[in-house]
T-cell receptor
């Protein structure tokens, strides 16, 4: 276990709805990254937060947004859900002094119908 | 942009034997990290081993070792004395050092099955 937790574990939504996924970082970790893992693929970088500010973004539209809170927990919000948003969403936290090593949570499986 | 290629979608090995998973990458960077992550059926991604590009010595973690060939941009993972618990998806990943953010770029993965 990495100490990174995510909720919920599974979620079913319909197209057009909005969803919020949550992540609690490992204690002492102040950087959090979110990844989308489609079935049979490697994870794709969505964005990263450091000290509550977005610190880099992958090739995802603005309807993917995030927040990081003072306690370093984080949220991923997706608006106007599309069928292709169905995936496993992973968050990963890292300690700024060793920022290259990321520790992953178990993920949230999102199904959009 | 960096790309990571894992050319073996699936592999299998007998328990106690040795297996090598392949990974190649493409980058113009000189300063970076490479990782192998394991994702068992329970799906939590676990760090197996990491290699810093400026280090010539290959990284080793217990039964896991890498063969890092920087000029060839190759980064293979060797698992010795394979165990049933090694059954998982294995992802090779690249991270550029010194950038404004620390994003991992993953390959598509290799499904390793260890047979009793």
């Amino acid at each position: 276990e990495t100490g990174v937790t995510q909720s919920p574990t599974h979620l079913i939504k319909t197209r057009g709805q909005q969803v919020t996924l949550r992540c609690s970082s490992q204690s002492g970790h102040n950087t959090v990254s979110w990844y989308q893992q489609a079935l049979g693929q490697g994870p794709q970088f969505i964005f990263q937060y450091y000290r509550e500010e977005e610190n880099g973004r992958g090739n995802f539209p603005p309807r993917f947004s995030g927040l990081q809170f003072p306690n370093y927990s984080s949220e991923l919000n997706v608006n106007a859900l599309e069928l292709d948003d169905s995936a496993l969403y992973l968050c990963a936290s890292s300690f700024r002094a060793e920022k290259e090593t990321q520790y992953f949570g178990p993920g949230t499986r999102l199904l959009v119908l | 942009a960096q790309t990571v290629t894992q050319s073996q979608p699936e592999m299998s090995v007998q328990e106690a034997e040795t297996v090598t998973l392949s990974c190649t990458y493409d980058t113009s960077e000189n300063n970076y990290y490479l990782f192998w992550y394991k994702q068992p059926p329970s799906r939590q991604m676990i760090l197996v081993i990491r290699q810093e590009a400026y280090k010539q010595q290959n990284a080793t973690e217990n039964r896991f070792s890498v063969n890092f060939q920087k000029a060839a941009k190759s980064f293979s993972l060797k698992i010795s004395d394979s165990q049933l618990g090694d059954t998982a998806m294995y992802f090779c990943a690249f991270l550029r050092r010194g950038g404004s953010n620390y994003k991992l770029t993953f390959g598509k993965g290799t499904l390793l099955t260890v047979n009793p």
